[in-house]
Structures are given as C-alpha cells and as structure tokens.
C-alpha cells in the first residue's frame, strides 16, 4: 500500500501565495499520474490540477488556471502545487493522490492511493 503524506497548508491573506508539498516514501513505483484535488466544507471533492508521470503534461481546473502550478520531482518521490493570487474560494482541505495507470484523471474514483490532505485558509 502506497502512503502519501501532504504538507504546507496554513493561513495566508487572499493574494498571497502557498505551496503544498506531497511526498511519497517507501514504495512509489506502482504510482504513474498524480493529481491534487480539494474538498470545502459542503462540497465534493473537486479536481484541482494532474500531473503525469514524467511531468510532461498537467492538466488544470478551470478556477484556477493561470493562478497555480503542479509539478513533481520523481528523484525526491514528490509532488507539489504552487498556488499564487490565492483567492477566499480556495479555502479548501487540499488531497494529493497518485494513480496506478497511465493517464490524468479529474475524477477522485480515477486514483488509488490518498493522502490525508492539508488545511490551506484563504483570508481577506
């Protein structure tokens, strides 16, 4: 079984900038995709960006297109998402996942493995 483990979140004003990190120890090389995803309360579970293995091609939401940037370090085992021109609509509990087969999913039932997620707080 594949663990990952997010970190970075905390409280930043609106317009400032986060970056959360996912790390992967032990066993990763069952993981191809990955891909960040946030949960607000109330809400489902939503796609933020994916990323593939090699890093070549990511995906975004449309929300936040142009405003974050998903990229990994295969050497280090992780994976991370640069969000900048933070706005309140990102407060969110922020999930990295990683996913067996090739490909980037939008969809949380695309992947297998699952971090515990990470707090981010958007204040004006």
């Known amino acids: 079984q594949v663990h990952l483990v997010e970190s970075g979140g905390g409280l930043v004003q609106a317009g400032g900038s986060l970056r959360v990190s996912c790390t992967a120890p032990?066993?990763?090389?069952?993981?191809?995709?990955m891909g960040w995803f946030r949960q607000a309360p109330g809400k489902e579970r939503e796609f933020v960006a994916g990323?593939?293995?090699?890093?070549?091609?990511?995906y975004y939401a449309d929300s936040v297109r142009g405003r974050f940037t998903i990229s990994r370090d295969n050497a280090e085992n992780t994976m991370y998402l640069q969000m900048n021109s933070l706005k309140l609509e990102d407060t969110a509990v922020y999930y990295c996942a990683g996913k067996r087969g090739a490909g980037i999913g939008a969809r949380p039932d695309n992947y297998d493995y699952w971090g515990q997620g990470t707090q981010v707080t958007v204040s004006s």
């Open positions: 032990g066993r990763t090389f069952s993981i191809s995709a």
């Open positions: 990323i593939s293995w090699s890093g070549d091609t990511t």
